[in-house]
Antibody, heavy 114, light 112 residues
């Protein structure tokens, strides 16, 4: 059974950077879609980045386009989210998820504040 | 972008009674392959979201059969036949028919 474990969250000042990781035990190259989804404190869910390995497509929400980069290292069973030029409004719990949300990790918290 | 609108936003239900949540999309969720990409998620307090239903009416593994999904085109419903205490939480619909995938605002379910 695949499990997803996120890490890399923390406290950062506006304009700073963080790299989130998601290790998926049992993930293989046959897991075609991997994503990052975030949830601001007390708010709803926002799908921020999608990596479609099968088709080689990457998609970003407008709110993070040009600042966030999703990538994957199959040899390490790991999904990444490089977050640059962070803003206060990026403060959220970040979850990784497979496919169309069939499996989620427990999340990692990012706080952007001066 | 497709806008997903849920109603009600809050629901107070007596244990053992049914509950129903509506989700409407601003455009059809039918993909070119003929499938309809509408999903339902449950988020219990302090937990990650969990998918309950995919493609309108298909229950995910381990989801109790008191949960059911229905609908077509732009109009969808999640029903809980008999609410139990463990069903407390927020329920979201999500479309995955085109990018960006978008969620509804969420419906908070509590026990009366």
């Amino acid at each position: 059974e695949v499990q997803l474990v996120e890490s890399g969250g923390g406290f950062v000042q506006p304009g700073g950077s963080l790299r989130l990781s998601c290790v998926g035990s049992g993930l293989t190259s046959n897991t075609p879609w991997m994503s990052w989804v975030r949830q601001a404190p007390g708010e709803g869910l926002e799908w921020v980045a999608l990596l479609n390995v099968a088709e080689g497509h990457i998609y970003y929400a407008d709110s993070v386009k040009g600042r966030f980069t999703i990538s994957r290292d199959i040899s390490k069973n790991t999904l990444y989210l490089q977050m640059n030029n962070l803003r206060v409004e990026d403060t959220a719990t970040y979850y990784c998820a497979t496919d169309r949300g069939s499996l989620w990790g427990r999340g990692t918290t990012v706080t952007v504040s001066s | 972008d497709i806008v997903m609108t849920q109603s009600p936003l809050s629901l107070s239900v007596t244990l053992g009674q049914p509950a129903s949540i509506s989700c409407r999309s601003s455009q059809s969720l039918v993909f070119s392959d003929g499938d309809t990409y509408l999903n339902w998620f449950q988020q219990r307090p302090g937990q990650s979201p969990r998918r309950l239903i995919h493609q309108v009416s298909n229950r995910d593994s381990g989801v109790p059969d008191r949960f059911s999904g229905s609908g077509s085109g732009t109009d969808f419903t999640l029903k809980i036949s008999r609410v139990e205490a463990e069903d407390v939480g927020v329920y979201y619909c999500l479309h995955t028919v085109q990018w960006p995938w978008t969620f509804g605002q969420g419906t908070k379910v509590e026990i009366k």
